[in-house]
């Protein structure tokens, strides 16, 4: 299984950007986004169910992102807007492959800038 991220950039505050994660999988339960700021632990962000396309969105994010996906193109999105500096950080994307399992599998990550 392999995880590609990508879409990560320099943006000023208030701009968006759109992440996406291309996923060579055969079994998709859920997917979701974290995000690793600098000195600080990994975090989550928004879930969707792949099949089922129920969402979940960290408190902080919520109302300004966006998760989807394309399932005949095992691809995963997040549509960031109204960015602030304190999305700054390392995004990545990870799958989950079965009920009741933790993600087992991450995408290397892409880097998202906000700038002030």
């Known amino acids: 299984v392999q995880l590609q991220a990508s879409g990560g950039g320099l943006v000023q505050a208030g701009g968006s950007l759109r992440l996406s994660c291309s996923a060579s999988?055969?079994?998709?339960?859920?997917m979701a986004w974290f995000r690793q700021a600098p000195g600080k632990e990994r975090e989550f962000v928004s879930s969707?169910?792949?099949?089922?396309?129920?969402?979940n969105y960290a408190d902080s994010v919520k109302g300004r992102f966006t998760i989807s996906r394309d399932n005949a193109k095992n691809t995963l999105y997040l549509q960031m807007s109204s960015l602030k500096p304190d999305d700054t950080g390392v995004y990545y994307c990870?799958?989950?492959?079965?009920?009741?399992?933790?993600?087992?599998?991450w995408g290397q990550g892409t880097l998202v800038t906000v700038s002030s």
């Open positions: 999988a055969r079994t998709f339960y859920t």
């Open positions: 969707i169910g792949w099949w089922n396309g129920v969402t």
């Open positions: 990870a799958l989950r492959t079965r009920s009741g399992v933790s993600y087992g599998y």
